[in-house]
């Protein structure tokens, strides 16, 4: 089993950054962040492991990282956009290759909101 802590959600302008956090419990070979806004399907935000996948709508203004040593996550997000409000959910798992094959393990979720 893996925990997962989520942190760093909150209320910004359009604009404005933030940076998620998602602490394990232990490590896993693949990390992700997912997010889902009201009404809509769940969707995949960026993820990491050897190499990293950002969906299109999010390329060149979220970062993905990850410190090993502490198990952590991060997800820096700039220039942020009023659709890119939903509950963000730090995801883990498995893969091989640099490539991730399925997520397992789920946070909470944190929320994120992007005013106009």
């Known amino acids: 089993q893996v925990q997962l802590v989520e942190s760093g959600g909150g209320s910004v302008q359009a604009g404005g950054s933030l940076r998620l956090s998602c602490t394990a419990s232990r490590y896993t070979y693949c990390m992700g962040w997912f997010r889902q806004a009201p009404g809509k399907e769940r969707e995949e935000v960026a993820t990491i492991s050897y190499s990293t996948y950002y969906a299109d709508s999010v390329k060149g203004r979220f970062t993905i990282s990850r410190d090993n040593a502490k198990n952590t996550m991060y997800l820096q997000m700039n220039s942020l956009k009023p659709e890119d409000t939903a509950m963000y959910y730090c995801?883990?798992?498995?893969?091989?290759?640099?490539?991730?094959?399925?997520?397992?393990?789920w946070g909470q979720g944190t929320q994120v909101t992007v005013s106009s």
């Open positions: 995801a883990a798992g498995s893969g091989y290759g640099g490539f991730c094959q399925r997520f397992d393990y």
